[in-house]
């Protein structure tokens, strides 16, 4: 597995070009700007590098020299350990069990219903769908306290939510009122920020304009 990675000169990150934990990734290296390799590997392709370095053969899969790493949540850490700025977790321990629960809490409440939406029969993506719909108006309150979700500043967990706001008219997320209102201003507010703009692939840019058509 070694001898595989060390003959990568760069950073090279195996990544789906339509999968939300991907995308994470994505996002945290496009804010702190690193020279990265991007391998697309879409559903049902599986590369032989990609075999041979990950046993899961999953995406995100992040090769460095000769450390092999995954999944997302791993990766996300190990980048703003490894690039230290702009920081992307708090300074203070507490802060950060606070920042990784939360990212436990979304990964438990929110996308295990994406994961059903996007992999589920029709059935359990209908149900899913509208119990994400309900979650999401739940924590409306949260998007609209501070200028990211709970921070005053980008973490992490903005990381994680960015790419599913970046997809709730596909999924066919239809919020209403004080809720539509909040989130999409948070939403506005990610979308502005220019690592998110560079994070986006090809496909996850024609994501809107396939819903406008």
């Known amino acids: ?31 702190k700007e690193i020279n990265v390799e991007i391998s697309d590997v879409k559903p049902g392709e599986c590369p032989e590098d990609l075999t041979t370095l990950n046993p899961y053969a999953s995406v995100p899969t992040l090769v460095d020299r000769d450390l092999v790493i995954y999944p997302a949540g791993i990766i996300m850490e190990y980048l703003d350990e490894r690039f230290p700025h702009p920081p992307l977790m708090p300074v203070y321990p507490v802060a950060r069990a606070e920042c990784r629960r939360m990212i436990y809490r979304l990964d438990k409440d929110i996308f295990t219903l994406v994961d059903k939406i996007e992999d589920g029969t029709e059935k359990q993506a209908e149900t899913a769908r509208k119990q994400l719909q309900e979650v999401l108006t739940a924590l409306a309150p949260a998007f609209c306290e501070k200028d990211y979700f709970l921070n005053d500043e ?16 596909m999924y066919g997320i239809n919020l209403k009122g ?5 989130i999409n201003d948070y939403r506005t507010r990610l979308f502005e920020r220019p690592s998110f703009k560079d994070s986006l692939s090809e496909a996850e840019h024609e994501i809107l304009e396939e819903i406008a058509a």
């Open 1 to 31: 597995m070694a001898v595989v990675a060390n003959k990568r000169s760069i950073m090279t990150l195996f990544s789906d070009p339509m999968d939300h934990y991907s995308h994470r990734v994505r996002i945290v290296m496009a804010e």
């Open 154 to 169: 980008f973490t992490l967990v903005d990381c994680c939510l960015a790419p599913l706001m970046w997809r709730l008219e």
């Open 178 to 182: 004080k809720a539509a209102k909040a």
